[in-house]
């Protein structure tokens, strides 16, 4: 079967740095989007000067990492002439992606009034850190800052300890898949609309989205969660346990397989604990439970335990390491562990795409672009600029 990408036909300037902007992009361009990321001269996304540094290049891993399948052109949008190129390319798109401070596009004169002027039909999606209005608007902005202020932090980490941050940038990536949510919907509207918008994602609002039942939690019982550890605060058994040499994950989300569970252990007296015959008992009497659990599955090797579990079809697995994850067989199958095309190291790692159409066995490109690689190409095919034209735009630092 040969896949016909959704979003063919697409095009999206993608004006944006670092992380929040760029993974939406990323993801869009695995949906079939002509995305052209859209840099400034001689320097481009901060993020192709972040550590590590793909072996034999000068590549950034972190850069590689979001930036697949991308065309990169550069131009100036401080100057004038590079304000004027971009709203050319405008005409002959359908998105524009940004994720500068409020206020940074009307300082271009590419306020979103001035692109839909250019193109009614163009959809602008801005991410920030707290969006394009309110009292914090302008506040700077990091993924650890919408972490923090939106509660996650409060709520990560072993109970009685320091809040943690994330292991990986939720805060960012939240950000950058709502937005996919968001240009997706604004395109569908465009369907039959024939108009644009301008989409106003902020990271503080997707934090507080991702708080789940803890609000609720809170509003309930007027007291405030804290940090837990793994377990989960209304489902017991569900966490991470230690036995003889390593850690791994079981979960017990009903009564059917807090039994299975049991027996498959070796405990099945714990069925029969009134403290523990039903959900609400087992979470309210954690503190003795997970002593019990905990020392027996001490005992011996995490394999045993997986080995039983599985036998009984309760969900668990290892806690895997990053290397673990890289040789996993199930990803590789799924390929969700792909040899990114670069240049001159072969064994670079990037993760696949999950968004699959079941029976098509398909990948994303991998391949991240050079700065400005794609410059004069762009502007040739889209705007029929010819060599000359393209050279003074370069030699007065347009592009």
């Known amino acids: 079967m040969i896949e016909q990408k959704p979003l063919r036909g697409i095009r999206v300037l993608d004006l944006s740095r670092v992380l929040a902007g760029p993974f939406c992009a990323m993801n869009l361009a695995d949906l079939g989007a002509d995305v052209i990321k859209i840099e400034l001269p001689g320097r481009g996304d901060d993020a192709r000067g972040y550590a590590p540094r793909i072996p034999n290049s000068s590549d950034s891993g972190y850069y590689y990492s979001v930036n697949r399948g991308k065309r990169s052109v550069t131009i100036d949008l401080r100057q004038p002439a590079g304000a004027e190129l971009l709203l050319e390319l405008v005409r002959r798109s359908d998105v524009v992606l940004e994720n500068f401070s409020?206020?940074?596009?009307?300082?271009?004169?590419?306020?979103?009034?001035?692109?839909?002027?250019?193109?009614?039909?163009?959809?602008?999606?801005?991410?920030?850190?707290?969006?394009?209005?309110?009292?914090?608007?302008?506040?700077?902005?990091?993924?650890i800052v919408a972490q923090a202020l939106g509660g996650t932090m409060s709520i990560t980490g072993p109970a009685g300890g320091e809040p943690t941050r994330c292991g990986v940038s939720v805060g960012d990536l939240a950000a950058a898949l709502y937005g996919v949510i968001a240009i997706l919907a604004a395109l569908r509207e465009r369907d039959s609309s024939g108009a644009g918008r301008h989409l106003d994602i902020a990271m503080l609002d997707c934090q507080v989205a991702w708080l789940e039942d803890a609000l609720a939690r809170f509003s309930a019982t007027g007291v405030a969660p804290q940090p837990i550890g793994s377990r989960h605060p209304s489902i017991t058994p569900f966490q991470q346990f230690r036995a003889a040499d390593g850690y791994f994950v079981a979960g017990c989300g009903n009564e059917a397989i807090w039994r299975r569970f049991c027996d498959a252990i070796g405990l099945p007296g714990l069925k029969d604990d009134p403290r523990f015959l039903a959900n609400a008992g087992r979470t309210a009497n954690h503190a003795a439970l997970e002593p019990i659990l905990q020392d027996h599955f001490a005992a011996l090797p995490r394999a045993h335990w997986l080995g039983l579990l599985e036998a009984a079809n309760v969900p668990a697995a290892p806690i895997a390491t990053v290397a673990e994850v890289a040789v996993n067989p199930h990803l590789h199958e799924r390929r969700m562990i792909l040899r990114a095309d670069h240049p001159s190291f072969a064994d670079l790692i990037v993760p696949g795409s999950p968004l699959k159409t079941a029976g098509v066995a398909s990948a994303p490109a991998t391949r991240s672009p050079a700065l400005g690689e794609n410059t004069e190409a762009v502007l040739g095919e889209l705007l029929g600029y010819d060599a000359d034209r393209i050279a003074r735009l370069r030699a007065a630092g347009v592009i």
Do not use: H, K, V, W
């Not at 004169?109 to 002027?117: F, M, Q, T």
């Open 102 to 143: 409020p206020g940074t596009m009307e300082r271009f004169n590419l306020d979103y009034a001035r692109l839909s002027a250019a193109n009614p039909r163009i959809i602008l999606c801005s991410i920030s850190g707290f969006g394009q209005s309110g009292p914090m608007a302008s506040a700077p902005a990091y993924d």
